[in-house]
């Protein structure tokens, strides 16, 4: 599975992200399998992480061989699309020992994610290639071309710099790629909730606001870890609105559909793309407020501009 400048001759970048495109079960296994069968032959560690019916259908074929592959899925470990950098693909690349090549399938956009999902699966598979520049990684992600719409896959050619044709064609380069132009357009605006309740908060209002907003998601229906993750996520925004957002900000909790969602508005800007996606370092304290929400919400949307900075997340109720 290399690109054309591979196959012509030049120095491969150490890390691959190719998008494999199929259209039935035939297709899935025949760019899955072998991916997968050839890693274990050379004795490089290999992850799927791909949706509950899909892992069913690579570990079926791949026999006793499954027993070797750290098999996840993802609809589970990638609920939210935020936390799959971290706790799924840097969390098995990074355990393994350097020197080999890490493998993984990671398959974070299947027919069936919202519109509320979409934009953060796109900018994760933008962000893809800046979290894992110059390592030696592969990552491949399946797309299902029979059922995902154009526009999905469209943003797939420009988010993986090599693609897969559905079928047995030949691997080719995208001229689409433009990973920073995805994260770019998907950075949304998202627009105020007039009836939800609304809590103007700063440095000494923390506990009060975090009290309220607890209430207000028990009043909504959240119980239980989910309600302590609710008071958890309010908890780190805010704090780090007071540190980093200007001092103060704006809380607002609502309920929608089957969620509890909360956001916080401040006038900071955020400026690393990657933030809330990277592990965090040994040793290092603070930077961890939006990863530990990533990994806690079911859903985390963020929007920045010279405006400020807007993070909403959602909690199933």
Same mark, same amino acid.
């Given at each position: ?123 994760? =598979?933008? @962000?893809?290639? +800046? !979290?894992?520049?110059?390592? $030696? ?7 299902? *071309? &029979?059922? #995902? ?78 309600? =302590?993750? @609710?008071?958890? +996520? !309010?908890?780190?925004?805010? $704090? ?7 001092? *103060? &900000?704006? #809380? ?66």
């Amino acid at each position: 599975m290399r690109a054309a400048a591979e196959q012509a001759g030049a120095a491969p970048e150490p890390f691959a992200h190719p998008a494999l495109f199929y259209r039935d079960e035939r297709e899935y296994l025949d760019g899955t399998v072998p991916f997968v069968r050839e890693a274990l032959a050379a004795g490089d560690p290999v992850a799927v992480a791909v949706p509950g019916d899909r892992l069913r259908l690579i570990r079926d074929a791949l026999g006793d061989d499954a027993r070797a592959v750290r098999l996840l899925d993802m609809r589970e470990a990638g609920r939210n699309p935020g936390r799959i950098i971290p706790g799924v693909l840097r969390s098995f690349a990074d355990a393994q020992p350097d020197g080999r090549r890490v493998r993984i399938i990671g398959e974070p956009i299947w027919a069936g994610r919202s519109a509320a999902e979409y934009p953060a699966c796109a900018q994760h =598979e933008a @962000l893809i290639n +800046a !979290a894992f520049r110059g390592r $030696t990684v592969t990552i491949l992600c399946p797309y299902d *071309a &029979g059922n #995902l719409p154009e526009p999905v896959l469209a943003d797939a050619r420009a988010t993986h710099p090599v693609v897969l044709p559905a079928g047995s064609g030949p691997a080719r380069d995208s001229a689409a790629y433009a990973p920073d132009a995805v994260v770019a357009r998907y950075n949304e605006p998202l627009p105020l909730v007039p009836d939800a309740l609304t809590l103007p908060f700063a440095a000494e209002s923390l506990t009060r606001v975090r009290h309220l907003t607890t209430d207000e998601g028990r009043r909504l229906g959240l119980t239980g870890v989910t309600l =302590e993750d @609710l008071a958890l +996520a !309010a908890a780190e925004l805010t $704090t780090n609105s007071v540190v980093h957002g200007g001092g *103060a &900000g704006v #809380l607002r909790v609502w309920g929608e559909g089957g969620h509890v969602l909360c956001e916080v508005r401040d006038r900071g800007r955020l400026t690393d793309p990657l933030a809330g996606r990277r592990p965090p370092v040994r040793g290092r304290s603070g930077g961890r407020g939006l990863l530990l929400v990533n990994l806690i919400a079911d859903l985390v949307r963020m929007h920045t501009g010279d405006e400020g900075t807007t993070v909403r997340c959602w909690f199933a109720r």
